[in-house]
């Protein structure tokens, strides 16, 4: 059950987990700093859409159909999705956002579906021409097959 009730409304849908796929999962640079002592809980989990790596350096999910690997971050309070949204380049009602927050399925490890925030990429045609796509939706493993 979420909890958080008071927290986080989204037209009177109250969230307190977040689907991370980049460098907020755990071990990359973003966890460290954000994450890091914040959160009690990180489970594996898929969602839908096209993944694609940019070349500043993180990923950017766009709207699909292909499983997306990353984590399920759990409690995220207002002070945590405001920090989020700060890292993300989100405002709410802006129209020039990096990233917009929106609400996803996501399957967890013990076949759970549940709705977590999760931060789509805003510029597709960006992403496309000059990102890579990964075909298997795996940011972690991508950047592992990069460094060696």
Excluded at 26 to 33: A, I, S
Excluded at 43 to 53: A, E, F, R, S, V
Aim: hydrophobic share 35%; charged share 30%; proline share 3%.
């Amino acid at each position: 059950m979420v909890s958080y009730k008071k927290d986080l409304k989204n037209g009177g849908l109250h969230l307190n987990r977040v689907f991370v796929y980049g460098t907020l999962m755990k071990d990359f640079w973003n966890y460290d700093k954000y994450l890091k002592g914040r959160i009690s809980r990180i489970t594996p989990g898929i969602t839908y859409g096209l993944l694609y790596h940019l070349p500043e350096g993180y990923p950017a999910l766009l709207a699909g159909t292909e499983a997306i690997k990353g984590e399920v971050i759990e409690p995220v309070d207002e002070n945590l999705i405001k920090d989020l949204d700060r890292l993300e380049g989100y405002v709410e009602g802006r129209s020039n956002n990096l990233y917009k927050r929106e609400v996803k399925t996501v399957l967890t490890q013990d076949g759970e579906k549940i709705n977590c925030w999760v931060y789509i990429y805003a510029d597709e045609r960006y992403a496309k021409e000059n990102g890579i796509l990964i075909p298997d939706g795996d940011w972690r493993k991508f950047m592992e097959n990069r460094r060696n």
